[in-house]
Nanobody, 125 residues
Framework: QPQLAESGGGVVRPGDSLRLSCVAS????????VGWFRQVPGEQRVLVAAMDRFGLSSEYADSVKGRFTISRDNAKNTAYLQMNSLKPEDTAVYLC??????????????????WGKGTQVTVSS
C-alpha cells in the first residue's frame, strides 16, 4: 500500500497561489486514482479535486472550480494541487488520498483508502 506525504502548505494572503505536492512511496502509483481533500476543525473532510490513474480526467468541488487544478506525474509518483486566487474560506488542512482504481473517471469521495497526514493552508490578510 502506498505511503503518502504532502508538502507545500503555508500562510498566504487572499489572492495568492500555492502548489501542494503529494509523493507516494512504493510502486504502481499509476494504478491509483488520487484526490485532494480538505478539513477544518469540527467538520467532515471534503473532496476538492480528484483524478483518474492516468491524469486524463478530473473533477472538482464547485467551490474551487476555475481556481484549483489537480495534476499528476506518474514517473515521479507525485500528485499536485495548484491553488490560485486563494480565499480565506480555503483555509484548512489539505490531505492527499489514493485508491486502487482502473476506471477512466476519477474516484468518488467514499472510495479512497490511503491517506497522507495533511498540510495546513492558511489564507489570511
Amino acid at each position: 500500500q502506498p505511503q503518502l506525504a504532502e508538502s507545500g502548505g503555508g500562510v498566504v494572503r487572499p489572492g495568492d497561489s500555492l502548489r501542494l505536492s503529494c509523493v507516494a512511496s512504493g510502486r504502481g502509483f499509476d494504478h491509483y486514482g488520487v484526490g485532494w481533500f480538505r478539513q477544518v476543525p469540527g467538520e467532515q473532510r471534503v473532496l476538492v479535486a480528484a483524478m483518474d490513474r492516468f491524469g486524463l480526467s478530473s473533477e472538482y468541488a464547485d467551490s474551487v472550480k476555475g481556481r484549483f487544478t489537480i495534476s499528476r506525474d506518474n514517473a515521479k509518483n507525485t500528485a499536485y494541487l495548484q491553488m490560485n486566487s486563494l480565499k480565506p474560506e480555503d483555509t484548512a488542512v489539505y490531505l492527499c488520498a489514493a485508491t486502487p482504481w482502473h476506471s477512466n473517471v476519477p474516484p468518488p469521495a467514499h472510495d479512497f483508502d490511503y491517506w497522507g497526514k495533511g498540510t495546513q493552508v492558511t489564507v489570511s490578510s
